[in-house]
């Protein structure tokens, strides 16, 4: 069975900080997807970052970075410089490959809140 | 407005009666999906379509629930007989075929049965 572990409920850090958010997953497949969204107070969920199981290279985009990890099955998520528009609950989620893609697995997400 | 759209953004209805929500993808989507979130938590699975085709249900989605997409534009999710537990927040989404990851998020439709 698929499962997204969020264990930090809830980050508070000032401005400019930089902010890790930590994700472990469960799977029996060998390809998936691992993403990141965002889930402002609008409640729309954005997508962030996406990441596939074969490809383990972290990046850097911008102000955010992933440090993918398949031999601890985790995909943590760095957002650096935060500011305040940065505040929002953040999820990660897990996708099967195949006929079932974009059928997400969310974590519990961890809400963050960045103080001026 | 070229995203995804739900009506209503807010529902409260009393313990046992209908409820029904739409959701409009954005257009030329061909795969649509519900989602339920609950306070505090990530979002779940429900079903999704494909064209007017329902693909997969979870088993989340009670004889209580029905979903469709009669002509694999918009889709509706009912709920027959609401009880407290199905107060939450509703999701839709939708993408491209073969687009993995790419699924846009409407704002979703929050119910609340008293």
């Known amino acids: 069975a698929q499962k997204v572990t969020q264990a930090q409920t809830e980050i508070s850090v000032v401005e400019k900080e930089d902010v890790t958010l930590d994700c472990v997953y469960e799977t029996r497949d060998t390809t998936y997807y691992l993403f990141w969204y965002k889930q402002p107070p609008s409640g729309e969920l954005v997508f962030l970052i996406r990441?596939?199981?074969?490809?383990?290279q972290n990046e850097i985009s911008g102000r955010y970075s992933w440090n993918f990890q398949k031999s601890t099955s985790s995909f943590n998520f760095t957002i650096t410089a935060s500011q305040v528009v940065d505040s929002a609950v953040y999820f990660c989620?897990?996708?099967?490959?195949?006929?079932?893609?974009?059928?997400?697995?969310f974590g519990s997400g961890t809400k963050l809140n960045v103080k001026p | 407005d070229t995203g995804v759209s739900q009506n209503p953004r807010h529902k409260i209805t009393k313990r046992g009666q209908n409820v029904t929500f739409r959701c409009d993808p954005i257009?030329?989507?061909?795969?649509l999906y519900w989602y339920r979130q609950t306070l505090g938590q990530g979002p779940e699975f429900l079903t999704y379509f494909q064209n007017e085709a329902q693909l997969e249900k979870s088993r989340l989605l009670s004889d209580r629930f029905s979903a469709e997409r009669p002509k694999g534009s918009f889709s509706t999710l009912e709920i027959q007989r609401t009880e407290q537990g199905d107060s939450a927040m509703y999701l839709c989404a939708s993408s491209l075929p073969g687009r993995v990851g790419e699924a846009f998020f409407g704002q979703g439709t929050r119910l609340t049965v008293v």
């Open positions: 989620a897990l996708s099967e490959a195949g006929r079932n893609f974009n059928k997400f697995y």
């Open positions: 257009s030329e989507h061909n795969r």
């Open positions: 990441r596939n199981s074969f490809d383990e």
